[in-house]
Nanobody, 119 residues
């Protein structure tokens, strides 16, 4: 089995920063892509940022220039550095991993971590 463990969510004032982490653990898997979604109350889950094996990144327009996604392949960990946070960034943030597990494609989601930005 492959497990994802997220950390880093917190309450922060507008303009502040947070770094989220998501570590994948287990065996017999190789990661193709990692990323982050978020879901605010009453809204649909939306893609925040993603990074693929070659290092190419993709960001939602709303976070470009403020958020940075990075990946540590040796640790099977993805990070989301969030700067200049705004109240509208308040949401539960979920990491996801697209991988090959025992020869088959598999997608896994983290448990979610709450980010609250106060004005």
């Amino acid at each position: 089995q492959v497990q994802l463990v997220e950390s880093g969510g917190d309450l922060v004032q507008a303009g502040g920063s947070l770094r989220l982490s998501c570590a994948a653990s287990g065996s017999s898997f190789s990661i193709n892509a990692m990323g982050w979604y978020r879901q605010a109350p009453g809204k649909q889950r939306e893609l925040v940022a993603s990074i693929i094996s070659g290092g190419m990144t993709n960001y939602a327009d709303s976070v470009k220039g403020r958020f940075t996604i990075a990946r540590d392949n040796a640790k099977n960990t993805v990070y989301l550095q969030m700067n200049s946070l705004k109240p509208e960034d308040t949401a539960v943030y979920y990491c996801y991993v697209n991988m090959v597990y025992v020869g088959r494609p598999l997608s896994k989601w983290g448990q979610g971590t709450q980010v609250t930005v106060s004005s």
